[in-house]
């Protein structure tokens, strides 16, 4: 997928803990996104970064957190503060006219 | 704001019949579209990308898209569908200011055998 690789791919999380999703990439591009994807809801943006050691939020960054602190990384966190963390999680880094995707990781709330 | 429209969360085709996935925008500038394909459990992957020019739009896979301005429109094409089309499709919008593309709800596509 693109130089972009998203670990694990499977992760679960006990109520109350916090959980980190890693995102790499190889492609040299600035910006890189996190998406969250529900059946039926499409992707949904958390929080973008479009240069090291800046962030911005999306569209429903409650209850998560972002880093930028190298330009291949930028991990998400998902906090206890996130009620509904189930969901596929999925990273994307972007040149100005294309966006390339990692292979999602799928979180689950036991 | 921008937003994208895709009415049918379910379109079916016969093996070998032409395909439509529909696809409306709303964008403020002038807009850049794209197509993503998405397998199960599978990140997206890039189709097809409307920048400027022909509204006529090849990409990958056979597949072609149309860009309608006065229609606001954005259908994805393919003149013979396969069984291995079968995947989820999105439709994604920007207004080329800053790429921060919106997606689409997505449209499953299923072609039977």
């Known amino acids: 997928d693109g130089g972009i690789t998203q670990s694990p791919k499977y992760l679960f999380r006990k109520e109350g803990q916090n959980v980190t999703l890693s995102c790499e990439q190889n492609?040299?591009?600035?910006?890189m996104y996190w998406y969250r994807q529900d059946p039926g809801q499409g992707l949904r943006l958390i929080y973008y970064s479009q240069i090291v050691n800046d962030f911005q939020k999306g569209d429903i960054a409650e209850g998560y957190s972002v880093s930028r602190e190298k330009k291949e990384s930028f991990p998400l966190t998902v906090t206890s503060a996130q009620k509904n963390p189930t969901a596929f999680y999925l990273c994307?880094?972007?040149?100005?006219?294309?966006?390339?995707f990692g292979q999602g990781t799928r979180l689950t709330v036991v | 704001a921008q937003s994208v429209a895709q009415p049918e969360d379910q379109v079916n085709v016969a093996e070998g019949n032409p395909l439509t996935v529909k696809c409306t925008y709303s964008?403020?500038?002038?807009?850049?579209l794209f197509w993503y394909v998405q397998y199960p459990n599978r990140g997206l992957q890039f189709l097809l990308k409307y920048i400027t020019g022909d509204n006529l739009v090849k990409g990958s896979y056979g597949f072609e898209a149309e860009f309608n301005k006065s229609q606001t429109s954005f259908h994805l094409k393919k003149p013979s569908a396969l069984v291995s089309d079968s995947a989820l499709y999105f439709c994604a919008v920007t207004d080329g200011g800053s790429y921060i593309p919106t997606f689409g709800r997505g449209t499953s596509l299923i072609v039977h055998p």
């Open positions: 492609l040299n591009h600035d910006a």
């Open positions: 994307a880094a972007g040149q100005f006219t294309e966006a390339f």
């Open positions: 964008v403020s500038g002038n807009p850049y």
